[in-house]
C-alpha cells in the first residue's frame, strides 16, 4: 500500500508565501509523474502542477511565473512553493502521484489534502 501525506498548508496573506509539501511512503518500485491540484467546495478539482518523472513540469496558467514545483526523489516528495497568493487560491491542495510497484505496474494515488487560505 503507499500513502501520500499533504503537509504545509495554512492561513496566509495577500501577497504571502506557502510552501507545501508531499512525501509519499509504502511499498513502491518509482514514483512517475507527482501533481498538485486544488479544490474549492461546489467546484470541479483543477490541475496546479504536474512535475514528470525526467523533471518536466508544467502549471495552470493561473499560477505561472507565481508557484513552482519540484521533487526530491531520495526522499520520495514533491513540493509546491507558492508565492504572490492571491485570494482566488484558497482552496484545498491535494498531491497526487503516478506510482509504479515492484512489477513495473503503474497505479495513481491521491494524498488527503492540505487546506490553503488567503485572507486579509
Known amino acids: 500500500q503507499v500513502r501520500l501525506v499533504e503537509s504545509g498548508g495554512g492561513l496566509v496573506q495577500p501577497g504571502g508565501s506557502l510552501r507545501l509539501s508531499c512525501a509519499a511512503s509504502?511499498?513502491?518500485?518509482?514514483?512517475?509523474?507527482m501533481e498538485w491540484y486544488r479544490q474549492v467546495p461546489g467546484k470541479e478539482r483543477e490541475m496546479v502542477a504536474t512535475?514528470?518523472?525526467?523533471?518536466?513540469?508544467n502549471y495552470a496558467d493561473s499560477v505561472k511565473g507565481r508557484f513552482t514545483i519540484s521533487r526530491d526523489n531520495a526522499k520520495n516528495a514533491v513540493t509546491l512553493e507558492m508565492n504572490s497568493l492571491k485570494f482566488e487560491d484558497t482552496a484545498v491542495y491535494y498531491c497526487?502521484?503516478?506510482?509504479?510497484?515492484?512489477?513495473?505496474?503503474?497505479?495513481?494515488?491521491w494524498g488527503q489534502g492540505t487546506q490553503v487560505t488567503v485572507s486579509s
Open positions: 497526487h502521484a503516478g506510482i509504479h510497484d515492484w512489477l513495473s505496474r503503474s497505479a495513481d494515488y
Open positions: 509504502g511499498s513502491f518500485s518509482r514514483i512517475n509523474f
Open positions: 512535475i514528470s518523472g525526467s523533471g518536466d513540469v
